[in-house]
């Protein structure tokens, strides 16, 4: 599954019988019963952090003087709403380390969140023949890190997704790759490829939960012709 989180939040949100409950507030527990979902995911110029709170196996909703907020080193700083399934806040910057802060009162619980490192892609630079196969390449990095790469397009009767375990730093989209109809003529291809890692920590003093997840993604356009 590409996202845990997701998983997480939609568990969290499915009834545990037929009578619908409402999530309770958050300072029903103390700090350390409860805990924190976070992936963090970058496009190297917007940040945003997705975050669920869980308590007793549920859902848990902040309540006043409990604040979540992301906060980028020496930079800004946004208070997590609503949002989804659970709550979230949006950066414009390119850092890949953040500090997501957990606030009761004077109290401060500061989880760390990194993003994988950032690439570029790289495509042809002419309008690309789908008879040929068709070269993509981004930046190989250090590590271990799992790798999506997805291709859509209008001509594309259904996307191409390619799942790596490791960085390869390089694809090629084969002619066998796509399902166009015949006498399609020119078409622009989407290409967008995701690197994901979970490499945060939460902070202690909060109840247990997964690594936070980071993700970095990039897309860039491909022109194609017959």
């Known amino acids: ?14 009834p545990a019988c037929s009578e619908p409950s409402e999530p309770r507030g958050s300072t029903t527990f103390t700090p350390a019963e409860l805990s924190l979902f976070a992936e963090l995911r970058t496009n190297g110029g917007t940040a945003q952090v997705l ?9 848990v909703t902040l309540e006043n003087p409990d604040r979540l907020s992301l906060e980028a080193p020496g930079g800004p700083a946004q208070t997590l709403v609503p949002g989804g399934f ?8 390119t850092a ?3 500090d997501l802060v957990f606030s009761r009162g004077s109290e401060r619980f500061v ?3 990194v993003a994988p490192p950032p690439f570029s892609i790289v495509v042809p630079s002419a309008t690309a023949s789908r008879a040929s196969p068709i070269s993509i ?3 190989a990095a250090d590590g271990t890190f799992e790798t999506w790469l997805d291709v859509t397009a209008p ?17 090629a989209i084969q002619p066998a790759d796509l399902a166009i109809e015949p006498g399609t003529m020119d078409c622009d291809f989407r290409v967008w490829v995701t690197r994901s890692a979970s490499s945060g920590t939460i902070a202690p003093g909060l109840g247990a939960a997964p690594a936070p997840g980071g993700m970095q993604t990039r897309s860039i356009l491909i022109p194609t012709s017959p």
């Open 1 to 14: 599954m590409r996202s845990p989180l997701l998983a997480v939040l939609l568990l969290a949100s499915a």
């Open 51 to 59: 975050v669920t709170l869980l308590g007793d196996g549920t859902s």
């Open 86 to 93: 659970g709550y979230v806040a949006q950066l414009e910057t």
């Open 96 to 98: 890949t380390e953040f």
């Open 111 to 113: 989880s760390k969140l």
């Open 137 to 139: 390449h981004w930046d």
């Open 155 to 171: 001509c594309l009767s259904w996307p191409i997704s390619r799942y790596f375990v490791e960085d390869p730093g390089v694809y």
